[in-house]
């Protein structure tokens, strides 16, 4: 079956480091987003990976490791407009299906002052 | 600018009725896709369509219907058969190259009073 795990809540300090993981068990592997969701409003995207390892995109890097079906997302020098759930989505192979994504349920992140 | 249009933006039901929920895209994007989006849970899949004239069910289209007579326009209707219907509902939509990430509308409020 298709599972994607993430944390439900994390708390961080402004101008802090925060990592948040996300795992997956999925029919196939082609490729896995990130997105970030203020409350009532759309997901926007912030990240793509497809091979191992770390893209980076300003203060926000993901990392994947296909063989661990483990991916992270890393925000640095956290600004409290980063507060927000954050989707850890997995595209796989669903007969045939385009662009079809598994969504995990989120993980919701308060920055502090 | 190019983008993603839902409406209404809130909308309000009576047991009983069917409502049409309207998603517009002018990306020139090929598949789009809908999505509900509860509390506590992931977003899962309604319904989505590849090309023109051609949708699929997704994991939980029980309830629901959608047409796709034009590129620009995929328009999802809750019928009186969806037991659950109070949620966010997206729309979104992605090209076929690149990564094919999604693009997302602003989302529809539903309230079934």
């Known amino acids: 079956g298709q599972n994607i795990d993430q944390p439900t809540e994390m708390t961080a300090t402004e101008g802090a480091i925060v990592q948040i993981n996300c795992t997956y068990q999925?029919?196939?592997?082609?490729?896995l987003f990130w997105y970030q969701q203020h409350a009532g409003e759309a997901p926007t995207f912030l990240s793509y990976?497809?091979?191992?390892g770390l893209e980076e995109k300003g203060r926000f890097s993901s990392f994947l490791s296909r063989s661990k079906g483990y991916s992270y997302l890393l925000l640095k020098e956290l600004q409290m407009k980063d507060s927000a759930s954050y989707l850890c989505?997995?595209?796989?192979?669903?007969?045939?299906?385009?662009?079809?994504?598994?969504f995990g349920t989120g993980t919701l992140l308060a920055v502090q002052p | 600018d190019g983008g993603i249009t839902q409406s209404p933006k809130y909308l309000f039901r009576k047991e009983g009725q069917n409502v049409t929920l309207s998603c517009e895209q002018n990306?020139?994007?090929?598949?789009m896709y809908w999505y509900r989006q509860d509390p506590g849970q992931g977003l899962r899949l309604i319904y989505y369509?590849?090309?023109?004239?051609?949708?699929q069910k997704g994991d939980i289209a029980e309830g629901y219907s959608v047409s796709r007579e034009k590129k620009e326009s995929f328009p999802l209707t809750v019928t009186s058969a969806q037991k659950n219907p109070t949620a966010f509902y997206l729309c979104?939509?992605?090209?076929?190259?690149?990564?094919?990430?999604?693009?997302f509308g602003e989302g529809s409020r539903l309230t079934v009073l």
């Open positions: 999925t029919s196939g592997f082609n490729g």
């Open positions: 990976n497809v091979l191992d």
């Open positions: 990306l020139n994007h090929d598949a």
């Open positions: 369509s590849q090309i023109v004239n051609d949708f």
């Open positions: 989505a997995v595209r796989g192979n669903y007969g045939g299906a385009t662009n079809k994504l598994i």
């Open positions: 979104a939509s992605s090209r076929k190259t690149g990564t094919g990430e999604l693009f």
